[in-house]
Each structure stands twice: as C-alpha cells, then as structure tokens.
C-alpha cells in the first residue's frame, strides 16, 4: 500500500482527469495546476494515442518523458511554467505536433535534432537560460515554423541561419542580451512581428526595411535598446520614420561603420539576470 499520501492524492486526481477522458474518448487533457512532478504520477498516459491536446502547465515537473513521443497524434504541447532543465530527443519526431510550449521552465540547452519536428508552427521556449552556443546545428531546419518566441533568454546573437526560416510570421526577441541582429532576418519576408525590446542593440540591418513591418496588422517593438542617435531620433517620431530611414544611403554608411567600429569597441553592458527565476534551483 502507498504510504505517500500527497503522492496518491495527487495521482487519484490526475488518475480522474485520466479515467474521465478514457471513458468519453476526450481527446484534449487539461491537467494545469495538479501539483504534479513527475510523469510517473500519470498512470497509462501514452497509451492513450488518440490524445492530440495535453496541457500540463503550471506543474513542477522536472523531466519529460521520452515515452510522450508515443502520442503520435498530440498535435498541441503545453509544459509552460514547470521545472524543466531538458527535453528528451524523441520530442522532435512526433509527427503531428504543431504547437509546442515549454516557455517559463529552466532549460539550459536543446536536445540534438531538435529542429527535426516535421510540422511544428509555433515553438515557445521563452523565459528560460538559452543562448546561441546551445542552438542544435538543424534548429533552422523547422520551415513549417510560423511563430519562434524566443524572448527572456541570454541571447548576444541570433545566427544567420534564422533566414532559413521562410515561413516565420512572429520573431520574439525580447529581454534578451542581444548586441546584434543578422541581416538574414531581412529575407524573412513574412515576418509580421518582430520584437526586440530590452536588448543592447545599437543599429538595425538595412534589410529589416524590405519586411512588412508597418501595415495595420504588423508590430514591431524596440524600446528599450541603447540605439544610435539617429535611430533614437527616428523612433521617437514612429516605426515608419525608422523603416524609412533605414532605406537611406546616410543610413547604410552609419551601418557600416558601426559594425566595422563596434566589434572592437565595448558593448553595452548586460542586465541583471541573477534574479530570474528560471535561474533559482529547486
């Protein structure tokens, strides 16, 4: 008999969640705040394949399983606000899953073939301890990729490779370190959204200027940066003002210059991280 209480009272009322969708062939389990840490507290969940929505956020769980990859019809992923250092390999070969969340955990890295999802549109990975040094070689291989919310990370730079990403309508960026951005973000020609607030970038790529970044359903936000007066200036009077000058040859020289000139020079300093807590260990 189990002697842990709180472990089976737990289990008795995710173990309902469980029976009750069994019984009326639910295929969407909603399990948000269970106070769950484990998998294991989850009795006969991969068997139950015909699930194609399981959202297990607001938990404590430390370890995904790599039996999840048994749902081969999970077509949305919710593991927002749980305790997650990794993900498990297998996570990238579920052949239907569309929306991943795994933002508000503590991931320090990615899996190898990470970028293997053959249909993912939206991956959430914000609010976690990532950087460009643990990005896996194929991470711009995900062409069904829609929305990338990479924003809360320590980001300094985002590889050229994001160019790749032909598809990608929003690009989060926010709350990072970021000094630069790659001019491949201009060949992303269906980006409608682009955020990059809170971060150390001084300039923008001329070529951010060929996006649709100014219709009425586009955003683009970049307070917070420590951008060089003439950016600055544009800015202040509106997006369009610095889209436009962008565009300018004046404009282009500075570019140049700067990126000639700042690679040498000090970068702006970082912000405080120490208190996130995607950085406190349970």
Known sequence: MNQCL?????????KKVLDEARETQNRELDLVDKNLSSFEELPGLFNMANITRLTLSHNKISVISPGIANLLNLEILNLSNNQLAELPVSLSSMPKLRILN????????????????PVLEVLDLSYNNLNEQVLPGNFFGMETLRALYLGDNDFEYIPKEVGQLKNLQILGLRDNDLLELPREVGDL????ELHIQNNRLQVLPPEIAQLDLLSNKSVMKMEENPWVNPIAEQYLLGISHVIDYLKTETYKIIYNRHMQAGRSGPPPPKADK????SRIRA
């Open 274 to 277: 120490s208190k996130k807590t």
């Open 102 to 117: 795994v933002s508000i955990n503590k991931l320090i890295n990615l899996p190898r073939g990470f970028g293997a999802f």
């Open 6 to 14: 709180p472990v089976s009272a737990k289990m008795s009322k995710a």
């Open 189 to 192: 020609l269906r980006l409608r």
